[in-house]
């Protein structure tokens, strides 16, 4: 033990031998002083070593001497141990000695009174943050803050969704835990490591307002289209109640918008706002189509109106504004003319007056419906008799024979 915490196998024993002597040497020379890590781990080095009440209080010493505090004494930390035999209660650690900012920056926050190491783990094995041992190394961040957010318990607790194991399944936890993309969104990217604060805080970057900015420090051009269009142009004046990235993504449990689950969710996405726009959409044949198993392929609301650089019909760089509706439709239209894109998509076939067209052939298909559905249901009741019928007659006739 003592030869692990002077690192290089090949060395061990002889440094080991020298260890034991220097410790010794040292006892000699100043019998009550410890101060080398050597000095402790003559004792603690001991991997089965246990306290009175049979707490193991060993110390790895090769881990700890390859750790960020590798260099420091034992007793720069367990800094009330200033002799041998030292005391049996020992004060707890202060990192605060060393860190003040972290420190304080972790008591005007969320997670104030939890200590240091309830994020940074074994108090003898902590890392720097670019080392893949550190439990706050990017790709490990995701578990650690996860050990308390993906516990049902503190969630109930605390009135909290179990954050983690929403993120494991969505784009940023698979890009993370699958394909090990170091700059794929961790839970410190978007709430901070230490100065985390809830999100109804306005000072935090998951406040509504802050989102499109946190979002934005990965998505750049995306957070520029959308600031140009209306809804992030509502959101800067103050508007609350237009959208903002997780109103349409939400936060966790983000999905690849080209997978068919987003595709086939998300007209409510645009429609859960603008509900007259959802009711008309419905009607139409773009969404018709998707009842019928095409979902995927139709026209979303998106498709026709951008998803971020979103703009009313009236602004000449709106891609349903009258000039540019050929190009819009074309997209999917080859050969879409002006006559062709007179086609309203929202139009309302309850309206008599506003599409007298649309009206009568609502009216006209519904008719058909409702004959041949009733023809169908008088036929399959007829059948039915019929076969009840026949039935019977088998029986009366399998029961003579028997
Ligand atoms: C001669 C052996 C010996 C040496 C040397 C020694 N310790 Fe200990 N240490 C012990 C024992 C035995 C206990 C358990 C005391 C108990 O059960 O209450 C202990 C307990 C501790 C504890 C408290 C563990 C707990 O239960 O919370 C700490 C911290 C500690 N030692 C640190 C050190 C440090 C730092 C040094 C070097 C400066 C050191 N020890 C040197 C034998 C030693
Ligand atoms: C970076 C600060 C730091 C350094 C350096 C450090 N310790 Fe600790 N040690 C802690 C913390 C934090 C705890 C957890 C208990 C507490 O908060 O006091 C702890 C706990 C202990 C315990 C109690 C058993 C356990 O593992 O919880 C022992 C024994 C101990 N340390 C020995 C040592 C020895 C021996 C060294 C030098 C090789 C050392 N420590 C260096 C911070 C440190
Ligand atoms: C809620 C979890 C959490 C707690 C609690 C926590 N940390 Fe951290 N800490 C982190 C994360 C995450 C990082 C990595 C930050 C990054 O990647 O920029 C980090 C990084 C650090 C760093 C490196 C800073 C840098 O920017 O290089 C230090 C030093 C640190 N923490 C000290 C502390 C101290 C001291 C405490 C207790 C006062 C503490 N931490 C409590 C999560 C936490
Ligand atoms: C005696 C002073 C001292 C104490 C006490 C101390 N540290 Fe440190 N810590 C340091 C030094 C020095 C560094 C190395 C700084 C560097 O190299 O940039 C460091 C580095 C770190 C880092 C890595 C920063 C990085 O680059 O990612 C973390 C995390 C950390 N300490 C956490 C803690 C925690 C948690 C505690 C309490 C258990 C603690 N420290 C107690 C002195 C201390
Ligand atoms: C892509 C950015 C992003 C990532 C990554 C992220 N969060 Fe969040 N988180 C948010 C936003 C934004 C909110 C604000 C509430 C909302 O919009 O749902 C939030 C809210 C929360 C809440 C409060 C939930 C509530 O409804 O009260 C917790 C707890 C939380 N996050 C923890 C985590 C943890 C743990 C991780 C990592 C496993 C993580 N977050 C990863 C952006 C993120
Ligand atoms: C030791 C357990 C623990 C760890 C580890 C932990 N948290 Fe928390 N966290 C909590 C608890 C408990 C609360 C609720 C505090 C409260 O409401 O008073 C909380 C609250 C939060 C909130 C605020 C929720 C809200 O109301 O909006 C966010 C965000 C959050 N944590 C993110 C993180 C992130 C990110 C990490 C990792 C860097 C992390 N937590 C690590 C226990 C933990
Ligand atoms: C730290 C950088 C970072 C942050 C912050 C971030 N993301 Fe991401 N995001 C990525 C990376 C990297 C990918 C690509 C993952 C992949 O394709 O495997 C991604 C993928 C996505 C995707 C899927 C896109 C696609 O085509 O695959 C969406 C949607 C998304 N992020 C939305 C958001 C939202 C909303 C926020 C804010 C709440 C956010 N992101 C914050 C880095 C980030
Ligand atoms: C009004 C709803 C809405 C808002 C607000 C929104 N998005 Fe999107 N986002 C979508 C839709 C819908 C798609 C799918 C677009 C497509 O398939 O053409 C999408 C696609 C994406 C993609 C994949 C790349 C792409 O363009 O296909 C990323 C990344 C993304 N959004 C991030 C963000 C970020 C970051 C924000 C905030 C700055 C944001 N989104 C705001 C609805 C929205
Ligand atoms: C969280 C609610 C919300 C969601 C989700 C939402 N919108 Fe909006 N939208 C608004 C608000 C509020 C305005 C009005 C902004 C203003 O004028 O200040 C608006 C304005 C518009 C406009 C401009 C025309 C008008 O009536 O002012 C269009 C077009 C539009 N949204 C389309 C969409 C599409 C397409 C989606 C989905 C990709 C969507 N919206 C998702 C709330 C929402
Ligand atoms: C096939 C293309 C297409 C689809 C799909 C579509 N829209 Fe539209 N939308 C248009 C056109 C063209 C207009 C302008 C003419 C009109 O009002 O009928 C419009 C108008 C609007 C307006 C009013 C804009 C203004 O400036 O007055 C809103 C809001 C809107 N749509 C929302 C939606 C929502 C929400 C969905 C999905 C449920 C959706 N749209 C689906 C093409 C489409
Ligand atoms: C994302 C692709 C897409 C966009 C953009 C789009 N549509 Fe469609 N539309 C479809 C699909 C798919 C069908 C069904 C294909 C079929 O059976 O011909 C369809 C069917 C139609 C039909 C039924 C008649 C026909 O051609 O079969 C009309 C009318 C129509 N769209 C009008 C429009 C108008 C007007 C626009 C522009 C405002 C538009 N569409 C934009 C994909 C799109």
Redesign the pocket.
């Known amino acids: 033990m003592i030869q692990a915490a002077l690192g290089d196998p090949r060395f061990a024993l002889r440094k080991g031998l020298l260890a034991i002597a220097l410790t010794a040497v040292a006892f000699l020379l100043a019998p009550g002083t410890l101060h080398t890590q050597t000095d402790c781990l003559a004792c603690h080095g001991d991997q089965s070593m246990t306290d009175a009440a049979g707490h193991s209080i060993s110390v790895d010493g090769q881990t700890f001497s390859a750790s960020?505090?590798g260099s420091?004494q034992c007793n720069?930390?367990h800094a009330d141990i200033k002799g041998y035999p030292h005391p049996d209660h020992i004060a707890t650690?202060?990192?605060k000695?060393?860190?003040a900012d972290e420190t304080a920056q972790i008591g005007g926050s969320i997670h104030s009174g939890h200590a240091?190491?309830s994020c940074?783990g074994n108090?003898h094995a902590?890392f720097?943050?670019?080392d893949a041992r550190s439990t706050?190394y990017p790709l490990n961040i995701p578990k650690t803050c996860g050990n308390c957010h993906g516990n049902p318990q503190l969630a109930k607790k605390y009135h909290l969704p179990n954050v983690y194991s929403m993120y494991v399944d969505s784009i940023h936890g698979f890009a993370l835990s699958k394909e090990g993309l170091l700059v794929a969104a961790n839970c410190q990217n978007c709430h901070g490591s230490h100065h985390i604060l809830s999100h109804t805080d306005p000072q935090s970057p998951t406040y509504k307002t802050n989102i499109p900015t946190t979002c934005g420090t990965c998505h750049a051009s995306i957070e520029a289209a959308y600031s140009a269009g209306i809804h992030g142009r509502a959101v800067a004046a103050g508007n609350l109640k237009a959208p903002v990235c997780t109103d349409c993504h939400t936060a966790h449990a983000i999905l690849q918008p080209t997978e068919a689950e987003f595709r086939m969710q998300s007209t409510p996405i645009c429609g859960s706002c603008h509900t007259d726009k959802f009711s008309t959409y419905r009607d139409t044949f773009h969404s018709q189509l998707g009842l019928l198993g095409g979902y995927v392929q139709t026209a979303r609301c998106w498709d026709c109106h951008q998803a971020h650089d979103v703009r009313p019909a009236s602004d000449p760089q709106s891609p349903i504004n009258k000039a540019n509706l050929v190009k819009t439709c074309g997209r999917c239209h080859a050969g879409a003319n002006l006559s062709f894109v007179a086609y309203q998509p929202h139009a309302n076939a309850r309206d008599r007056k506003l599409n007298p067209g649309l009206y009568f052939v609502r009216l006209f298909m519904n008719l058909l419906l409702i004959s041949v559905l009733t023809f169908f249901v008088i036929h399959t009741i007829l059948w039915l008799i019929r076969s009840r019928l026949q039935q019977i007659k088998t029986k009366s006739n399998g029961g003579e024979n028997a």
Do not use: Y
Request: with cysteine; net charge neutral.
């Open positions: 960020i505090h420091l720069n930390c650690v202060e990192c000695t060393c860190h240091c190491t940074h108090a902590i720097p943050k670019t706050v």
